[in-house]
């Protein structure tokens, strides 16, 4: 199994970017503390390189500034490159499956749970509001005591 969940604050504007095929893409990189400090040291916090794909990405250019907040899950990934000096190097990041608001609406957030995550079905007219009644909208239901178990 290969499933990352972290939340941290991105260290600089999210850049969008094309590819030759027409995809959206956007790579940034997140602070995240770890979870514990050393007595007399402060926090240490490591700076993990996260990659959005398709919608994911513009999602992320568009609603997403440096230091905010952001959460997200997805799986960890591998590629290997030369670098200018022709040594072979590996690089590990997060490829993001899912991207969420964290905080509160002041701090640019939306109230945890919200965030952007590819819809299972299409989206439904909301509920009408209801009002209140009077205690005759309301009665009694009999008990059914002949319940088999």
């Known amino acids: 199994m290969n499933k990352v969940i972290l939340m941290g604050r991105l260290t600089a504007d999210p850049e969008l970017k094309t590819t030759p095929s027409g995809i959206s893409v956007t790579s940034f ?21 996260i990659v959005c794909w398709r919608q994911r990405a513009e999602f992320v250019c568009r609603y997403f500034t440096k230091g905010q907040l952001i959460a997200l899950d997805g799986s960890i990934q591998t590629r290997q490159y030369q670098d200018k000096n022709g040594n072979n190097r590996t690089a590990f990041e997060v490829v993001a499956d899912n991207v969420y608001f964290t905080g509160d609406r002041r701090n640019g957030g939306a109230a945890q749970g919200g965030g952007f995550a590819q819809p299972s079905a299409p989206a439904e007219a909301p509920a009408p509001a209801y009002t209140s009644g009077t205690a005759g909208d309301f009665e009694e239901m009999p008990l059914d005591d002949d319940l088999p178990f």
């Open 29 to 49: 990189s997140i602070a995240v503390d770890r979870n514990y400090v050393k007595q007399g040291e402060e926090r240490q916090v490591d700076f993990i390189n």
